[in-house]
């Protein structure tokens, strides 16, 4: 079955725009989360959604946002793009969120902000 | 503050000897614990993980190891082999939400091993 499918694979975005990303989880899997990777601070949580309901979050500020749609695939979006936001951004899908039943990431998005 | 640490950045093996990667924790809530490899431009791959009612899991040739009382556990490849050269990341989580399932990774930051022929 196909796997988690993270669209678009590169892109550059100047600071103070926004972007958006986007996540399709496998098929069945409701529960999508995001992670930041940084080489100075590692794979960080963002959020989880479940259901179209973002049930948890980290500890980034507000200007990183995301949702999901009825379909589970989950759209991130990041305003006001800092250079320090240049990062691979990840996204996992699990059936329910539980992470011992499985939990599979994509390929990753890399942004840079110049 | 870091809960997972990875204190070695990088290892160098010889093909058909053993790696051992090496990770500490510091909350004691973990009870799920992960190994993933990591290749350049991909995402993590799972490769074995270890809840903490164990001490040991086996998978082929990569078995982990926890030792709860130390807050350490490691990872065990054995014969290494030069496809098994990527970023190895340790993950633990904990049942943090009111449902009671674990929800996110907290990871180390890698280490970088290199299996040479």
């Known amino acids: 079955k196909a796997g988690v499918t993270q669209t678009p694979r590169y892109l550059i975005k100047t600071r103070g725009q926004q972007v958006t990303l986007s996540c399709s989880p496998i098929?069945?899997?409701?529960?999508v989360s995001w992670y930041q990777q940084t080489p100075g601070q590692g794979l960080q949580f963002l959020f989880e959604y479940f259901s179209e309901t973002q049930r948890n979050k980290g500890n980034f500020p507000g200007r990183f946002s995301g949702r999901q749609f009825s379909n589970s695939r989950s759209e991130m979006n990041v305003s006001t793009l800092e250079l320090g936001d240049s990062a691979l951004y990840l996204c996992?899908?699990?059936?329910?969120?539980?992470?011992?039943?499985?939990?599979?990431f994509g390929s990753g998005t890399r942004l840079t902000v110049v | 503050d870091q809960q997972v640490k990875q204190n070695s950045p990088s290892l160098s093996v010889q093909e058909g000897r053993i790696s051992i990667l090496n990770c500490d924790y510091t909350?004691?809530?973990?009870?799920?614990f992960l190994w993933y490899k990591k290749y350049p431009a991909e995402g993590p791959t799972f490769l074995i993980s270890i809840s903490s009612i164990k001490d040991k899991n086996e998978d082929g040739r990569f078995t982990v190891f926890l030792n709860k009382s130390a807050k350490h556990l490691s990872l065990h490849i054995v014969p290494s082999q030069p496809g098994d050269s990527a970023v190895y990341f340790c993950a633990a989580s904990a049942k943090e939400n009111s449902g009671g399932s674990n929800y996110k990774l907290t990871f180390g930051k890698g280490t970088l091993l290199t299996v040479n022929p």
């Open positions: 098929s069945g899997h409701r529960s």
């Open positions: 909350n004691s809530m973990f009870d799920y």
């Open positions: 996992a899908s699990s059936l329910e969120g539980a992470i011992d039943y499985g939990y599979t």
